[in-house]
């Protein structure tokens, strides 16, 4: 599933959709997750992109007739950008056409979502309301987390994928953030002191911004829109690295509320 760095590779690569105008809007299903609002999309032809933007794990398109198109990538979804005279493949489920581009959202598993709302009540919708503070915005404080995990049971591995806690975080980074904070993922949120959460945010913003340099992990379904893969995958200490040592300590792996959990026991405490 594409991550917070995956997202905010795909914004930079929609870039140059800005200030170009829709001409036309092709949909080639009912549904993905959701319904596709096949009407209410309508509303965006001959109407100009004026910014793109990421909250969370969504791409959000906003257009000059105050409407803003919400995107989730889901599993396996992804957007690309192809010349206008290009046949569309199979899963190309919605493809806004310009002057001599075109956007395609791709989803061969139909996990993601497509939705379309009032550009200023966008922070009103239910699904982007009771998401938590962005993995990395200036204002994840260690006051903010101790209070949200001094009190938990839960292991601290899933509080980082708790998107009502912090958003933008998802398994592979998880794992990623935990070795580097030198932090086992079997440890409960109450067993965590302030200099604990203090180092975890620290290894989140340093993961998280080397993975967005890095253009995203490119494991199974990411590409960016130009086709680009990214490659921090090449830069993954633990994930998907079992069996394997580090600084002479083998890599374990533990299925933790049904997703694979990679680190390292001796490092990590």
Do not use: W
Not at 110 to 128: C, L, P, Q, T
Not at 147 to 162: P, T
Not at 210 to 226: E, L, M, Q
């Amino acid at each position: 599933m594409p991550e917070l760095p995956e997202v905010e590779t795909t914004i930079k690569s929609l870039n140059i959709l800005k200030n170009k105008k829709v001409i036309n809007l092709d949909i080639h299903s009912k549904k993905l997750r959701y319904s596709i609002p096949h009407l209410e999309l309508k509303k965006i032809i001959n109407y100009k992109i004026i910014k793109l933007r990421r909250i969370a794990k969504y791409v959000i398109i906003d257009f000059n007739n105050s409407m803003s198109v919400i995107i989730h990538l889901g599993m396996s979804g992804r957007l690309k950008i192809i010349k206008i005279n290009i046949p569309i493949k199979n899963h190309d489920h919605l493809v806004f056409k310009f002057n001599n581009i075109k956007l395609i959202y791709n989803d061969p598993r139909r996990f993601g979502f497509i939705d379309i709302v009032e550009s200023d009540k966008i922070n009103n919708i239910r699904y982007i309301k009771k998401l938590g503070i962005d993995a990395l915005d200036k204002n994840l404080s260690t006051e903010y987390l101790y209070h949200k995990f001094c009190k938990s049971e839960v292991l601290i591995k899933q509080l980082l994928l708790n998107q009502y806690i912090v958003s933008g975080i998802g398994n592979i980074y998880a794992s990623e953030i935990l070795f580097d904070a030198k932090i086992s993922p079997l440890r409960k949120g109450n067993s965590l002191k302030k200099y604990h959460i203090d180092t975890i945010i620290k290894s989140i913003r340093k993961i998280l911004r080397k993975a967005i340099k890095h253009g995203g992990s490119s494991i199974s379904d990411y590409v960016s829109p130009d086709g680009t893969l990214g490659n921090f995958q090449n830069n993954f200490k633990v994930y998907g690295r079992e069996g394997q040592r580090i600084k002479g300590f083998v890599i374990k792996k533990e299925v933790l509320y049904g997703r694979s959990t990679f680190f390292c026991p001796k490092i990590q405490k």
